[in-house]
């Protein structure tokens, strides 16, 4: 299942087809359509078209190419239009120094009225920016800085503060400016570039930006992917947009629909939140969120934020029984891997996790441990040689080399535990098939003196893992 966030069904190019468009997209899998409006007349036509279909939501705005028709009254018509209930954010709006459609002062005038509507409406806002990236984020952190309570939405499904609050459409930079953006709280959107011949930058972004911050749109009837370039894009072709990133992040296409169902979920309140789960699949395996305690506190913990991973949510209120896991799995053969995770440590539930990998270790499957690598200091011997013949793999966070800051990462006494967690390690290495060490991509943490140690003194493999 997917979303396009991005479509202009009310355009033109769709007055002959529009029903059969919406039907063979419902057919391709696609569960709702975002359509962006350009001006108030489009705004108008595509709060009728939301209300007569329900997959469609609408955004209502002017977009920079037509900021020039934009005045008090056509403003004030847009925040009137926005208090419909499928209205889900203010766009598309902007700014675009490509074609200049409108003077630059223009744009800027309307954009910026714009982002103050969103902000009394409390809506987030789609942006399209054109050879005026710069301009547009000095122009949003000026109006950030100007209304903060924009960040705290009360619609937040979870009501974390701060909430994202807009979206990049068909998003034209590179890759560490988009981290940028999502540091400030913004998505990045990517189109059918990432299908070309010639992606550009969109590629890179496609690749190393988190699924948790990314969205799929095909910007219809515009920006149509290989294999139908030359021919009108529609709703249907997002799948071909999902699959190169799908390959680009090493994830199936499931995986980054799913993400980023949850993305729209988060940003436009559209659709559910995804029900807590025992079990769920990651690319080819299958992950057993065994426990709901942790002995750490990690800083960059998300257990007491959102919990969702990849649009799986991991808060589960209460801890499944070998019984139950074992009946989730089914054939564990078909899985690359079982992994033992949790919503928290794992080795806290040594039993079950030895009862369950037995199991699937008896009925063909591979498994691996990802742990903070307390379990010794949890269970209070040598756990390791328990693990042979039932794990396969393990991944232990090693989250820093400095006992010190490894004890404030992960909020524990680190003289204690550090050690502990290398002697697990060391034992890992010696008893087990693999083992990898990780640490988080976090500024202060040395990643050449962390490969070296774990490389060199341990024998593990390293590995990063990105903060988001
Ligand atoms: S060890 Fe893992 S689950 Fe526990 S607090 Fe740290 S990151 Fe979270
Ligand atoms: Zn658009």
Request: aromatic share 8%.
């Amino acid at each position: 299942m997917f979303i396009d966030s991005h479509a202009h069904l009310t355009s033109r190019e769709f007055d002959a087809d529009r029903e059969e468009v919406l039907k063979r997209a419902a057919d391709a899998g696609i569960r709702f359509v975002i359509n962006p409006a350009t001006n108030l007349d489009d705004s108008r036509r595509a709060v009728e078209l939301a209300d007569r279909h329900a997959m469609v939501y609408a955004a209502v705005g002017f977009h920079p190419h037509d900021a020039r028709l934009a005045d008090d009254r056509s403003l004030a018509a847009i925040e009137e239009l926005s208090t419909h209930p499928k209205v889900v954010a203010i766009g598309e709006t902007g700014l675009d120094f490509h074609y200049d459609f409108s003077p630059r002062e223009v744009q800027e005038r309307v954009f910026t009225a714009q982002l103050a509507i969103a902000q009394r409406r409390d809506l987030p806002v789609i942006i399209h920016t054109r050879e005026s990236l710069e301009r547009t984020i000095a122009l949003l952190r000026e109006q950030i800085v100007r209304l903060p309570q924009w960040r705290q939405s009360k619609r937040h499904p979870n009501g974390r503060t701060p909430g994202p609050r807009g979206v990049f459409h068909c998003y034209p930079g590179d890759l560490s400016t988009a981290w940028n953006l999502v540091e400030m709280g913004f998505f990045i959107s990517l189109p059918g570039i990432v299908t070309f011949r010639k992606p550009g930058l969109a590629l890179d972004v496609a690749a190393g930006i988190s699924t948790e911050h990314l969205l799929l749109e095909t910007d219809s009837p515009y920006l149509t992917p290989v294999p139908h370039r030359g021919e009108r894009n529609e709703p249907a072709y997002l799948p071909l947009i999902a699959d190169r990133i799908a390959e680009a992040q090493h994830l199936t296409p499931a995986d980054i629909g799913r993400a980023t169902s949850y993305g729209v979920f988060r940003l436009f309140s559209i659709g559910e939140a995804p029900a807590p789960r025992f079990t769920y699949t990651l690319k080819d395996s299958l992950y057993i969120n065994l426990t709901i305690r942790c002995n750490a506190d990690c800083v960059f913990c998300d257990r007491k934020g959102e919990a969702v991973v990849k649009g799986h949510n991991l808060k589960i209120d209460r801890e499944p029984t070998p019984e139950e896991v074992i009946g989730e799995i089914g054939d564990p053969a078909r899985y690359a891997e079982i992994v033992f995770c949790g919503y928290g440590e794992p080795t806290i539930r040594l039993d079950a996790l030895k009862t369950v990998a037995k199991w699937v270790k008896d009925n063909g499957g591979r498994t691996r441990l990802n742990t903070d690598g307390h379990g010794n200091v949890i269970n209070k011997r040598d756990i390791v040689p328990e693990l042979v013949g039932l794990i396969d793999g393990v991944s232990i966070s090693l989250n820093s080399t400095d006992p010190t800051q490894y004890g404030a990462l992960m909020r524990l006494d680190g003289q204690r535990y550090f050690p502990a967690m290398v002697e697990f390690a060391r034992e890992s290495v010696r008893l087990l098939p693999r083992v990898v060490m990780t640490i988080v991509d976090l500024q202060d943490v040395d990643e050449e003196k962390a490969r070296a140690f774990v490389e060199k003194e341990i024998g593990a493999v390293f590995s990063k893992r990105p903060y988001f």
